[in-house]
Nanobody, 124 residues
Framework: QVQLVESGGGLVQAGGSLRLSCAASGRTFSRYAMGWFRQAPGKEREFVGGINWSGSSIYYADSVKGRFIISRDNAANTVYLQMNSLKPEDTAVYYC?????????????????WGQGTKVTVSS
């Protein structure tokens, strides 16, 4: 069992930055791939990016590539999502998720554990 807690969301103006954190419980965190997803009102949950267990492979959705950075600190059982140059269309609830297999899928149904989400609102 893995528990995830996201933090760092809030209200920011367009062009600003936020850093989201996802703290995980469990001693095996360092074995897992992690994904970040977001869900805007009335829309499906979408893949933002993901990172493999070591941090050596990182993937991003085209919509955030060049603006968002994913990293992890296995000693702290935490994964981060640095969001820069934010746009109003980035407004959503952001979730982190654990994939216990050594892959980084883009489909949310493939993930095993989820956090409760943190809300990000970007004003224009």
């Amino acid at each position: 069992q893995v528990q995830l807690v996201e933090s760092g969301g809030g209200l920011v103006q367009a062009g600003g930055s936020l850093r989201l954190s996802c703290a995980a419980s469990g001693r095996t965190f360092s074995r897992y791939a992690m994904g970040w997803f977001r869900q805007a009102p009335g829309k499906e949950r979408e893949f933002v990016g993901g990172i493999n267990w070591s941090g050596s492979s990182i993937y991003y959705a085209d919509s955030v590539k060049g603006r968002f950075i994913i990293s992890r600190d296995n000693a702290a059982n935490t994964v981060y999502l640095q969001m820069n140059s934010l746009k109003p269309e980035d407004t959503a609830v952001y979730y982190c998720a654990v994939e216990t297999r050594p892959i980084v899928p883009v489909d949310p149904v493939d993930y095993d554990y989820w956090g409760q989400g943190t809300k990000v609102t970007v004003s224009s």
